[in-house]
């Protein structure tokens, strides 16, 4: 043991010693401090969301106004807005190039890339991740796949279009539609770089809590948003490589004349030599990972929500074993549902049958969840914070999305379903909206932690409505759209005689997405403001009692000056019957609340136990126990 | 205080070797979906399916990797007992045999092409042989990467219980790609 520390002590010292002289460049840019790279992740996941959310903002312009000429587009986009209307390969590649920011870069890297920086060394009580080199590494390979994706809109044949789903032959056939060329080239080549970065970032974060928790952080004393990311991380690991599989594969079909996917195409009235291939095969590997990607954005959303539902309703996290098992069931499950994706195509029914039935069970997990969030907040001492706000939000979206999947999850309801703006509906309610809401959640609540300063509450309040009542109003009526059967992704369903009649209500959504864009300006404004001027914070701004709100607020190498807290108990003693404050830190040992600790605090400690017992016989307390 | 901060570093440590575990799991997810990719497709049609005797030259290659991972076990050995010319060698050796067995396996591409069995191929059964060997073989080129790192090191005289980290984080790998390999023979070995 001796000697392996002195090992140790030889191999690292070389490491530590590069940390300290920090130039501009090696603070700010190539920065290797957990901290640093949760801002650049923030931040470039925000302009990531803004610049989705503008491209939704224009098919919604179409969609809404299918027959109006807006001359400002043709100003703005040139050929793909001619006579200031967008052109149907545009507006295809809009609606790709939007899903693949929000759910890749936004709600993947934006989301995980920036609480598990943040939270993880800071909440289990490390100096650092296990491998700073390798965080650094997988924030700059997300930025490069940020900025090839960008890069895509400035070819001359546009961005990819075949949709975020990229399915072959669309995908696999550079001449097939204009965005199959060079776009579908630059898109994969974006989406390898954003995997490796997201594959090296959820290797970091599972080394991390499982290796470098402080003392007495054993699992079941870490915070659910530990859990949450964790459990995403490890999502991320075994479906991230699967994606890569198939991406190896459709770059073979695409550039070098196999035919994995390919079979039986005629373009343009010539027939191709690829045969023997199979699309599907496609399906099943892209969906291995889609689903599990669902939950890979979700799962932080309500890990965040645990925290500040619980800080801000000062009561202990309902049921938090159950939470914690509920994260486990949906990871598990997540693995078994693919097929759900696939009832339409031609898949044995009694496949379909077993994929109904694991999807279905999804609903048990997530139900125990919402239930132990409402059960939180039931008669609890409620701070409605903009964070407390955003959180019971993404309960809400979790609940009115959540029970659209029941329908959609049915492999017989799926056949009049499929493909509708239904599953649009659905799907942005369930994992868009309530993500959103998660990461908005943590921001607002961890800005005093990122930036040292608070972010204005009033322009909180009017973000949080606005995007709340916005986000209901575009998504809502879509379900009925869904189901009278219009499809998604259509460019002009004016065309169609029987979808004539929701033009107006594509209008009303228009409006309502227009409206809830521009609340994010208040967002905007508030959180690069404050950054610079909002008032300063205090080291525990919310009196919460996890780890992270034992730093200084002033960002320092290494966390915490001197020693790391050791950990004495789990992070939800919110109102602690027989404690003058509401809540107590996580570092506060027993000894120091002898007037609240219960018998079952003690883990079965006899010797503890009876020491509470003296001390309450002395102190006149009737035993608890 | 010392003490305290031997503790951390210990921790962090044992995090990054950790680390290449979980890039090995990470990496067999990425042969297991190829691996199903290719049960999912084969099972599609009659027509799909290798339908050919593989190389023989892939049992001169199994040979190789299993002969480099043992001569890897014996280097990492010497490294601990500080049997600093003897770890070399073997470190050598490794290197050689992982380059031996990149040879043998182009070899095989040649044979197979030699049959007409073609990467570009309707059957895509048989393109699959190439991308589970060439996938393989970027592992193989990494391990190697790995090992010379470590043999750099070790002409460097960095300090010894460095090398023994490195040897002992390049050994999980390298017997990784080894039983690696004999997943992908097996499975190929299976489907004909």
Redesign the interface.
């Given at each position: 043991m001796v000697s392996a520390t002195k090992l140790d002590h030889t191999v690292l010292a070389h490491h530590d010693h590069d940390h300290h002289k920090d130039t501009f460049i090696t603070k700010y840019i190539f920065s290797q401090d957990h901290k640093m790279i949760a801002k650049q992740f923030l931040i470039t996941g925000i302009l990531m969301a803004v610049i989705a959310m503008i491209l939704s903002i224009l098919f919604r312009l179409q969609l809404g106004w299918p027959d109006k000429s807006f001359p400002i587009l043709e100003t703005f986009l040139g050929k793909w807005a001619e006579g200031g209307r967008i052109k149907p390969d545009f507006y295809l590649a809009l609606v790709t190039i939007h899903g693949t920011m929000m759910v890749f870069f936004v709600l993947t890297a934006g989301l995980s890339g920036t609480f598990s920086n943040l939270l993880i060394p800071l909440q289990l009580g490390a100096r650092d991740m296990a491998s700073p080199f390798l965080n650094m590494l997988s924030y700059w390979l997300f930025f490069l796949a940020c900025v090839i994706m960008m890069g895509s809109f400035f070819t001359e044949a546009g961005p990819a279009n075949a949709g975020w789903t990229v399915y072959p032959p669309l995908s696999a056939l550079p001449k097939a539609i204009s965005g199959s060329g060079i776009g579908m080239t630059l898109w994969l080549i974006s989406m390898v770089c954003f995997v490796a970065s997201a594959l090296i970032g959820a290797l970091n974060y599972i080394s991390t809590v499982l290796n470098m928790r402080t003392k007495g952080m054993d699992m079941w004393k870490m915070p659910l948003i530990i859990w949450a990311l964790f459990l995403t991380a490890i999502l991320g690991v075994l479906s991230f490589p699967v994606l890569v599989a198939a991406v190896v594969l459709l770059i073979f079909d695409r550039s070098f004349g196999t035919s994995f996917y390919l079979s039986d195409i005629v373009i343009a009235g010539q027939a191709l030599p690829n045969q023997g291939g199979s699309p599907i095969l496609w399906q099943h590997l892209f969906w291995f990972l889609g689903h599990p990607e669902v939950y890979i954005v979700i799962m932080p959303a309500l890990g965040i929500t645990s925290e500040v539902i619980s800080v801000n309703s000062r009561k202990p996290i309902f049921g938090y074993h159950a939470m914690v098992y509920s994260l486990i069931g949906i990871t598990l499950l997540s693995f078994l549902v693919w097929g759900h994706h696939m009832f339409v195509t031609g898949m044995n029914p009694f496949l379909g049958g077993v994929f109904m039935i694991t999807t279905l069970i999804i609903a048990v997990p997530s139900a125990v969840k919402t239930f132990n969030y409402l059960a939180t907040l039931w008669r609890g001492n409620i701070r409605f914070t903009p964070a407390m706000l955003f959180a019971i939000g993404l309960v809400s979206f979790f609940i009115s999305g959540g029970l659209t999947g029941l329908f959609l999850g049915n492999s017989a309801l799926d056949i009049n379903l499929h493909d509708t703006y239904f599953v649009v509906a659905h799907f942005h309610l369930v994992m868009g909206s309530a993500a959103i809401f998660g990461m908005l959640c943590g921001v607002y609540h961890w800005f005093p932690k990122l930036f040292g300063r608070m972010m204005d509450e009033k322009l909180g309040y009017l973000h949080f409505w606005l995007t709340f009542i916005g986000a209901y109003l575009v998504f809502f009526p879509m379900h009925f759209m869904g189901l009278d059967g219009v499809p998604r992704r259509y460019y002009a369903f004016t065309e169609f005689e029987f979808m004539k009649e929701w033009l107006t209500v594509n209008k009303f959504v228009s409006w309502a997405a227009i409206m809830a864009a521009l609340a994010q300006v208040a967002f905007l404004y508030n959180f690069f403001h404050s950054m610079f001027y909002g008032k300063k914070a205090v080291a525990n701004p919310w009196h919460a009692n996890t780890l992270e709100w034992t730093t200084p607020v002033e960002h320092l190498h290494g966390n915490w000056r001197g020693e790391i807290p050791s950990v004495h108990r789990w992070p939800y003693d919110y109102s602690k019957p027989g404690e003058k404050e509401d809540f107590i830190l996580q570092t506060t040992p027993f000894s120091q609340t002898m007037s609240s600790n219960l018998p079952h605090d003690f883990e079965g400690d006899m010797e503890a136990e009876q020491i509470q017992k003296n001390w309450e016989a002395n102190n006149g307390v009737v035993s608890k126990s | 205080m010392r003490r305290?901060?031997?503790e951390?570093?210990?921790?962090?440590?044992?995090?990054?070797k950790?680390?290449m575990w979980?890039?090995i799991?990470?990496?067999f997810?990425?042969?297991?979906?190829?691996t199903?990719?290719f049960i999912?497709?084969t099972a599609?049609?009659a027509?799909?399916g290798l339908k050919i005797v593989l190389p023989h030259i892939f049992r001169l290659s199994t040979g190789a990797i299993i002969l480099s991972s043992v001569t890897m076990h014996l280097s990492y050995l010497a490294g601990k007992q500080e049997q600093l010319a003897k770890q070399k060698i073997y470190l050598i050796l490794t290197i050689l045999l992982g380059a031996l067995f990149f040879i043998f396996q182009l070899l095989a591409w040649q044979t197979l092409i030699r049959e007409g069995v073609y990467?570009?191929?309707?059957?895509?059964s048989q393109?699959f042989i190439y991308?589970f060997t060439g996938?393989h073989l970027l592992h193989i080129v990494f391990g190697v990467c790995i090992l010379i790192y470590t043999l750099i090191g070790t002409i460097k005289n960095i300090?010894q219980?460095?090398t023994?980290?490195r040897l002992e984080v390049g050994s999980i790998f390298w017997h990784f790609i080894d039983v690696l390999w004999i997943y992908l023979y097996v499975f190929l070995l299976l489907g004909q």
């Open positions: - | 305290l901060l031997n951390e570093d210990i921790r962090t440590l044992r995090a990054r950790f680390l979980l890039f799991i990470s990496s997810m990425f042969f297991a979906a190829l199903s990719g999912i497709y599609g049609s027509d799909r990467f570009v191929n309707f059957n895509a393109s991308i996938a300090p219980n460095r023994v980290f």
